[in-house]
């Protein structure tokens, strides 16, 4: 079974720019968590989706948003970009939700200049 | 502030050494799971620990949730240069609310 894969891996823009990142599941999950991992602040939840529904949302500004498809693929958009938005992106997908086992993507390594 | 606390934040021990990492909370846990991250990967379960008091074991690393659910150790005996990684416990305060990640503890087993 292939696993979880996220494109692009590495991405640099300037402050003021918008991105896309894109996480496709394992197949059969129907559940795809956000998470931005920073060395200050760690792993931090931004929102998990579940059949294309947005379930549940962390503590992110509004420039941070989602949206799943109906193949469970998912993307992530970040608008305004921050210098405090340099991070690893990570995405996990599992068959129920976050209190599921997380099988995490590779993640995508942004930097803002 | 953290919600949960792990320490030490690094760790460098030799090859054989024996090593004990830990996770700790002021709030109760419904469950709490124990993640490796090596670099330029996403973290790797390793076990899920639910019930207090719960010891598991993992060829040499063993899993322990305290009687309070509120906190959690990994002990890893004989660590080899394959341990090498950033531990991340992980935990669901109440059901249906995000999974709570610690920062985790940087190993370095230098052989």
């Known amino acids: 079974k292939a696993g979880v894969t996220q494109t692009p891996r590495y991405l640099i823009k300037t402050r003021g720019q918008q991105v896309t990142l894109s996480c496709s599941p394992i197949s059969g999950h129907r559940s795809v968590s956000w998470y931005q991992q920073t060395p200050g602040q760690g792993l931090q939840f931004l929102f998990e989706?579940?059949?294309?529904?947005?379930?549940n949302k962390g503590n992110f500004p509004g420039r941070f948003s989602g949206r799943q498809f109906s193949n469970s693929r998912s993307e992530m958009n970040v608008s305004t970009l921050e210098l405090g938005d340099s991070a690893l992106y990570l995405c996990?997908?599992?068959?129920?939700?976050?209190?599921?086992?997380?099988?995490f993507g590779p993640g995508t390594r942004l930097t803002v200049l | 502030t953290q919600l949960l606390e792990q320490s030490p934040q690094f760790l460098s021990i030799q090859e054989g050494e024996n090593l004990t990492v830990y996770c700790n909370s002021s709030?109760?846990?419904?469950?709490l799971q124990w993640y490796r991250q090596e670099p330029g990967e996403g973290p790797v379960l390793l076990v899920t620990?639910?019930?207090?008091?719960e010891v598991k074991k993992l060829k040499r690393l063993t899993f322990q949730f305290g009687d309070a659910r509120k906190d959690s150790s990994l002990h890893i005996t004989a660590a080899q240069p394959g341990d090498t990684g950033l531990y991340l416990c992980?935990?669901?305060?109440?059901?249906?609310?995000?999974?709570?990640f610690g920062k985790g503890t940087r190993l370095s087993v230098i052989a």
């Open positions: 996990a997908s599992s068959l129920k939700g976050f209190t599921d086992t997380q099988y």
């Open positions: 709030s109760v846990f419904s469950s």
């Open positions: 989706y579940f059949s294309e529904t947005q379930r």
């Open positions: 992980a935990g669901v305060e109440v059901a249906r609310t995000p999974l709570v």
């Open positions: 620990v639910v019930t207090g008091g």
